[in-house]
T-cell receptor, first 109, second 116 residues
Framework: GENVEQHPSTLSVQEGDSAVIKCTYS??????FPWYKQELGKRPQLIID?????GEKKDQRIAVTLNKTAKHFSLHITETQPEDSAVYFC????????FGTGTRLQVTL | GAVVSQHPSRVICKSGTSVKIECRSL??????MFWYRQFPKKSLMLMAT?????????EQGVEKDKFLINHASLTLSTLTVTSAHPEDSSFYIC????????????FGSGTQLSVL
């Protein structure tokens, strides 16, 4: 089955700086890669996703890049704000969604 | 707004009792729903896939007699934790895909189960 690894496990950045979270996947059949943001005790919220036929996707301050050859994809958050502080999960799917281990992002003032 | 509703949000029960968690799709029909489990500061682990009108598909290592799943209608799936023990304490969360939204997975609000 699919195995998704995510780094770093924790990330602290100053407000206004950029944050990058990286994931790798094992199943070359995976074709859909969403990113979720989860606040403590809340449901995961889909923030951006990318399909395997696209190399990059951007939505305002958030972007995702995908390298199919290397089997890795990354989340980029620019101009970070305190409300970006949360746990972020990447995921990959061929037949079912497999989540990465999560990154706790802390945006400090 | 939320498209998947889950109840209860929090439940505390005694060891040995059973707990039922409901997951409803709002304004759409979900032939398939997914149940995840999340331990504190950990990732979401798929427990089972709930299929309307047929048996659920359980992931390896998940006891089907322990975690009973019923998907009796196109808008409701239930997860029953039978004879709960303290080690079953966890955050349980369901999800579903919306028609026309492809692979996008939308989550319920989750249920925090605490077994005393």
């Amino acid at each position: 089955g699919e195995n998704v690894e995510q780094h770093p496990s924790t990330l602290s950045v100053q407000e206004g700086d950029s944050a990058v979270i990286k994931c790798t996947y094992s199943d070359s059949a995976s074709n859909y890669f969403p990113w979720y943001k989860q606040e403590l005790g809340k449901r995961p919220q889909l923030i951006i996703d990318i399909r395997s036929n696209v190399g990059e996707k951007k939505d305002q301050r958030i972007a995702v890049t995908l390298n199919k050859t290397a089997k890795h994809f990354s989340l980029h958050i620019t101009e970070t704000q305190p409300e970006d502080s949360a746990v972020y999960f990447c995921a990959g799917t061929a037949s079912k969604l497999t989540f990465g281990t999560g990154t706790r992002l802390q945006v400090t003032l | 707004g939320a498209v998947v509703s889950q109840h209860p949000s929090r439940v505390i029960c005694k060891s040995g009792t059973s707990v039922k968690i409901e997951c409803r799709s709002l304004d759409f029909q979900a032939t398939t729903m997914f149940w995840y489990r999340q331990f504190p500061k950990k990732s979401l682990m798929l427990m089972a896939t709930s299929n309307e009108g047929s048996k659920a598909t359980y992931e390896q290592g998940v006891e089907k007699d322990k975690f009973l799943i019923n998907h009796a209608s196109l808008t409701l799936s239930t997860l029953t934790v039978t004879s709960a023990h303290p080690e079953d304490s966890s955050f349980y969360i369901c999800s579903a895909r919306l028609p026309g939204q492809g692979d996008k997975l939308f989550f319920g609000s989750g249920t925090q189960l605490s077994v005393l």
